[in-house]
């Protein structure tokens, strides 16, 4: 099983950017898709997920900028964020749990002027 994530870069405050993850391989099941992310000397934290029936759950710190969501055929999360300040500077990375939990090779977001 690989995740692959892409869709980071550099963006100036206030911009945009969407991450994209693509599941590919044998897994059987998905309960959970997500993304967290991790800022230079912090620990890795959750950003947002989505459950298998289609609930959310988001970080306070990016509720009401940051969208979650799934593709049709349910391997691929998107994470759509908006209102990018420089807190928001991370390596973000893709999660995904099933019978087991999987990890993307994360995506860097730098966020500055």
């Known amino acids: 099983v690989q995740l692959q994530a892409c869709g980071g870069g550099l963006v100036q405050p206030g911009g945009s950017l969407r991450l994209t993850c693509v599941v590919s391989?044998?897994?059987?099941?998905?309960?959970?898709m997500g993304w967290y992310r991790q800022a230079p000397g912090k620990q890795r934290e959750l950003v947002a997920q989505?459950?298998?029936?289609?609930?959310?759950n988001y970080a306070h710190s990016v509720k009401d900028r940051f969208t979650i969501s799934r593709g049709d055929a349910r391997n691929t999360v998107y994470l759509q964020m908006n209102s990018l300040s420089p807190e928001d500077t991370a390596v973000y990375y893709c999660?995904?749990?099933?019978?087991?939990?999987?990890w993307g090779q994360g995506t860097q977001v730098t966020v500055s002027s």
């Open positions: 999660n995904v749990v099933g019978f087991r939990e999987y």
């Open positions: 391989g044998n897994i059987l099941r998905i309960n959970i």
């Open positions: 989505i459950f298998s029936g289609g609930n959310t």
